[in-house]
């Protein structure tokens, strides 16, 4: 299943912090978004077009619930007329259970929440919040108990260790999701410059090959830098079963280089 993704970013960056993600404020790259009725029509008839379900990816670290409800609301007329159009909301973290049921409500049928990389990596790559991926986990699981589909993802390409492997893939089977996105890093979509590891087919197919023997029976997507270690020919060389064939629509994968501005979202 091919993934479609929107962002609806609206200021300078995400306030998380994260080291390995463009999104962050942290980040030199342009991401204004000015999102209207006809964006959104337009990403639901082009995940229409694909086969595609469609993924609402919001601004902020656990953005502000009101903030995802209100824009749910506003989409109900686009919910309802393509609702062969599965969609998935990636808000951040919630451990409030009426909030997925709320979700539910309004026509969400998927929650995401990747856990990224192994504790050790993480703790490193993201230091200004070292609990959150216990908070994802608790998420994901309260969404899965609300009845939604839950979506997770692994970002490999960090330097990860065989060590860092073995527990990234424990924290994923406690997860039990029903998709996996594998993310290879691409270190010119980082919000900060570290050792990492350069995209590579070998790398790349290695890692999937890890997800593929854990995870025979859930469903794997590749998504981040998969254009650079696999080219258009991604699904035949992978086996993998869907790619994520949109861009984040406010700043794509390779932004403008200027300033950051600072605001709130």
């Known amino acids: 299943m091919n993934i479609m993704q929107l962002s609806v970013l609206k200021n300078a960056g ?6 390995f993600c463009g999104l962050s404020i ?3 790259v342009n991401r204004q978004a000015n999102l209207t009725a006809n964006d959104f029509e337009r990403s639901f008839e082009q995940a229409r077009i694909a086969q595609a379900r469609l993924e609402i990816v919001f601004p ?3 953005a502000n619930q009101l903030e995802v409800f209100d824009l749910l609301h506003q989409l109900q007329p686009f919910i309802q007329r393509y609702a062969d159009v599965e969609l998935a909301v990636n808000p951040g973290i919630c451990t409030r259970p009426a ?14 929440n990747n856990l990224e990389c192994s504790r050790r990596l993480f703790r490193d790559m993201v230091p200004a919040r070292p609990l959150a991926q216990e908070e994802k986990l608790r998420s994901l699981a309260i969404a ?19 060590e860092d492997i073995e527990d990234i893939l424990q924290l994923l089977s406690i997860a039990s999701p029903d998709s996996i996105t594998l993310n290879f890093f ?5 919000a900060e410059t570290f050792t990492h590891t350069p995209p590579a087919v070998d790398t790349g197919l290695e890692r999937l090959g ?24 991604a699904l035949s060389l992978s086996g993998a079963n869907g790619l994520y064939v949109g861009r984040f629509l406010d700043h794509g994968l390779k932004g403008a280089q200027i300033s950051a501005t600072k605001g709130s979202c």
């Open 60 to 62: 902020t670290v656990g």
């Open 99 to 112: 909030f997925y049921s709320q979700l539910i409500a309004l026509g969400v049928d998927r929650y995401r």
């Open 186 to 190: 691409d270190p010119e979509e980082s």
């Open 14 to 19: 995400c306030a998380g912090g994260c080291k």
């Open 210 to 233: 890890s997800l593929k023997t854990h995870f025979s029976t859930i469903e794997l997507t590749l998504g981040g830098a998969y254009e650079l270690w696999l080219g258009p020919d």
């Open 26 to 28: 942290t980040s030199q």
């Open 144 to 162: 899965r108990e609300a009845g939604l589909k839950i979506d997770t993802g692994w970002l490999c390409g960090l330097g990860e260790s065989a």
